[in-house]
């Protein structure tokens, strides 16, 4: 009776310590606590964006023509013997001006004189024979026939002197126009012949420019027009527009261009190289940085710009890409065309953008104003 006792108090304990353990009294509640999310701040998702800008103002701007050429003389003559004979003097060295008529070489005149002395001679004969038939012939004893005769005698005479005087002016080798002796062909005591070149007279002023345009510049270029040539030296010249060929060259498709430019001193020597400077158009263009240059999705090179907002609030504006067109790249900046004539230029964050897209445009203090405020260099580290 007592056994049986025992264990129905074990089954009591038993039940009761699962009743416990179910019912959570032996620890403390450890359920997760629920996590509550705030709500979406709308607002902040809906921000705009902030652009740097500055605005550029076009300005004149003269398109200019680049060619590559090289100085030449505005003429250049080989001064050819008129004569055979030995040259007998040479008063000109290689480099020294001449004036016009100035004497160069001398031909040794050999018996030249002497046949100018015997046509003389015959020339008075002649002269004596002709007036004595003269007389005769006003008196009538001589015929008109014999007279003729006497006057063509008379006439063969002159035109021997004559020839013999132009026989020894050919010895004289002089300067056809003044200019320079560039070079000498022939030395004390050389033979000539007829048509031997014996000197060489260059004249460099003015001096030329000469340089080839193609097919597509040439049209622009018109005689009279100013211009200017930097040598390979460095020094800047300028001149006029002297010659635009009508004729493209058959082997190269291009037109010879001459520049005029005043060589008094003979400074510019022919033959230099020398970019040939030639304004052909005067257009509006904005100067501008490479660095805010973009491409649209397509490829186009252009720029993001701000535009009036009509539809939104005042201080925001639309973005809008403008397509360009370099026509100069300097060391000053770039000068492009197709933009507005005044426009607001976004210089920070434009590939952050996109067109029609709402910003804030924010000066950008990067830039000076002072002069044009796209073509300022930004300083180390500046944020782009």
Do not use: C
């Not at 190289?273 to 660095?291: F, K, N, S, Y």
């Amino acid at each position: 009776m007592r056994l049986n006792r025992s264990y129905l108090i074990a089954a009591l304990l038993a039940v009761g310590v699962t009743a416990w353990i179910a019912s959570g009294s032996l620890g403390e509640d450890r359920r997760e606590p629920q996590i509550t999310k705030p709500p979406v701040d709308l607002d902040a998702l809906r921000e705009t964006t902030r652009v740097r800008v500055a605005t550029s103002v076009a300005t004149p701007r003269l398109i200019e023509l680049s060619l590559t050429g090289h100085t030449e003389a505005v003429r250049a003559v080989d001064v050819k013997a008129e004569t055979f004979g030995q040259i007998e003097e040479l008063l000109v060295e290689k480099g020294e001006r001449v004036a016009v008529g100035q004497l160069i070489a001398r031909i040794d005149a050999r018996d030249r004189q002497a046949r100018l002395r015997e046509a003389q001679a015959l020339l008075r004969q002649r002269q004596i024979e002709f007036e004595a038939a003269r007389k005769l012939n006003e008196r009538g004893f001589r015929a008109e026939t014999q007279l003729a005769e006497s006057r063509a005698t008379l006439d063969a005479a002159e035109a021997t002197v004559e020839a013999a005087e132009v026989a020894l002016e050919d010895l004289q080798i002089v300067a056809p126009f003044e200019g320079v002796l560039d070079d000498r062909m022939m030395d004390l005591g050389d033979y000539v012949e007829t048509g031997d070149s014996i000197a060489r007279v260059v004249d460099l002023d003015p001096v030329l420019v000469i340089a080839p345009a193609n097919e597509r510049d040439v049209r622009h270029l018109r005689v009279g027009e100013p211009g200017s040539a930097m040598l390979a030296t460095g020094e800047e010249i300028w001149g006029r527009i002297r010659f635009v060929a009508s004729e493209a060259n058959s082997q190269t498709r291009t037109f010879r261009v001459e520049l005029e430019v005043d060589n008094p001193d003979g400074q510019v020597p022919a033959g230099m190289t020398a970019i040939m400077h030639l304004p052909v158009d005067r257009i509006m263009a904005h100067q501008i940085t490479p660095a805010i240059l973009t491409l649209d999705d397509d490829g186009v090179l252009g720029l993001r710009t701000v535009q009036d907002n009509e539809d939104g609030e005042p201080e925001t504006g639309v973005v809008r890409f403008v397509p360009i067109s370099i026509v100069e790249d300097t060391s000053e900046g770039l000068f492009v065309t197709g933009l507005p004539e005044e426009v607001t230029l976004i210089t920070v964050g434009q590939e952050f953008v996109k067109d029609g897209e709402l910003v804030i445009g924010m000066p950008d203090p990067e830039f000076d104003r002072s002069a044009n405020p796209l073509t300022a260099e930004r300083p180390a580290g500046a944020d782009r």
